[in-house]
């Protein structure tokens, strides 16, 4: 059989399927370059906290080294003691750019646990796999993708450069504090638009990669064929299970049909079994109702144990269009069922077979 081409849209089971194995539209390249940014606005807000803190540790280093017990046990403890120091000094960026990490992640793909995707999987160890990956087209792409980025930056720094050129000569005349002024300037600008570059290639990367994603989930006419029969069922087994479902609700059906007041029948086309008990229903009740061979049916059950049979062609007929099994009968029906059901309680009057009802 000739290969089918991938021309449908991947189903939702499918989709579920691939995010189980950790297979998402993601770029790392935004992820990276949202971190890198906002890592940066932190450093220079929290900057200033950050240098004191270093300062600080330095001076008590220096001040208090003569002081320290040079043995095992006390240099653990000043290791544990600098380490901790040092920790809160980082904690901004620390949980900063963790959290912009999440963020990145989540607003991509959204939230939730994979635990098959972080499985260990022996099968990514195969060096032949490996290999194949390598030299396979998606690698072909990547390494281009790579080479373009690094292209695309290089010329940016290098026009930022050749634009900062004459700056830099005026340097010469400086004095030293604004010497640092003005190289931290542009190394901040250089920096923060370098981010913003690499932000907007991560953004086109993303992009790419939810198109290649697609392109890869797509699924043959076949294969959809297939899906649906897996989550809807063989419709031929379904269509048995209906056929046996319709079976049983006809057999209750007819069971029911002993405990009806009154069949109303077309004579033969149509057959309808009605129930009225003023302590338990509103109005009167289709306990059964059927056509040709069932009405037939109906009308058998009905005279074998006794319950009246009544011919009226426009009530049976609009009884078994209108109402279904279980319902009660519409208002615009009330009159001529009860005139019906009266006149069934006087002939069961006459013959001893019920006492009036209420």
């Not at 081409?5 to 990276?32: C, Q």
């Amino acid at each position: 059989m000739a290969m089918q081409d991938r021309t449908e849209p991947a189903t939702p089971r499918k989709r579920d399927e691939a995010r189980k194995e950790g297979r998402v539209a993601k770029s790392s390249d935004l992820i990276s370059a949202v971190v890198l940014l906002f890592g940066l606005f932190i450093i220079r807000a929290a900057g200033p906290y950050m240098w004191e803190g270093m300062c600080n540790v330095y001076k008590d280093t220096l001040s208090n080294l003569h002081k320290n017990d040079l043995t095992v046990d006390g240099m653990q403890s000043l290791a544990i003691s600098y380490g901790i120091r040092f920790g809160l000094i980082c904690l901004p960026i620390l949980v900063g750019t963790s959290a912009v990490a999440f963020v990145a992640n989540v607003m991509q793909i959204g939230f939730r646990v994979t635990p098959k995707a972080m499985a260990p999987n022996l099968n990514k160890l195969d060096p032949i796999k490996g290999m194949t990956k390598l030299f396979s087209i998606r690698s072909a792409v990547e390494v281009f993708k790579s080479v373009l980025k690094v292209a695309v930056v290089s010329w940016f720094v290098y026009s930022f450069l050749k634009n900062a050129y004459p700056r830099f000569l005026d340097l010469a005349g400086m004095t030293p504090q604004q010497i640092g002024a003005v190289i931290g300037m542009l190394a901040w600008q250089l920096v923060i638009r370098g981010c913003m570059i690499i932000l907007i290639i991560g953004i086109l990367d993303f992009f790419y990669q939810k198109y290649q994603f697609e392109q890869s989930l797509k699924m043959t006419k076949q294969e959809v064929k297939d899906e649906y029969k897996r989550m809807e069922g063989d419709p031929q087994v379904k269509g048995k299970i209906k056929q046996r479902q319709f079976e049983l609700a006809r057999r209750r059906m007819m069971r029911d049909v002993v405990r009806a007041d009154v069949v109303i029948t077309n004579p033969t086309h149509y057959a309808v079994a009605i129930r009225y008990d003023s302590s338990e229903m509103s109005a009167p009740t289709v306990l059964a109702k059927g056509q040709r061979l069932l009405a037939l049916k109906i009308r058998e059950i009905a005279e074998t144990n006794g319950i009246p049979v009544v011919e009226n062609p426009p009530v049976a007929r609009l009884l078994y269009r209108t109402v279904e099994v279980g319902q009660q009968i519409p208002e615009e029906l009330y009159q001529a069922v009860a005139e019906i059901l009266a006149y069934v309680y006087q002939l069961n009057e006459k013959t001893g077979k019920r006492q009036s009802a209420a």
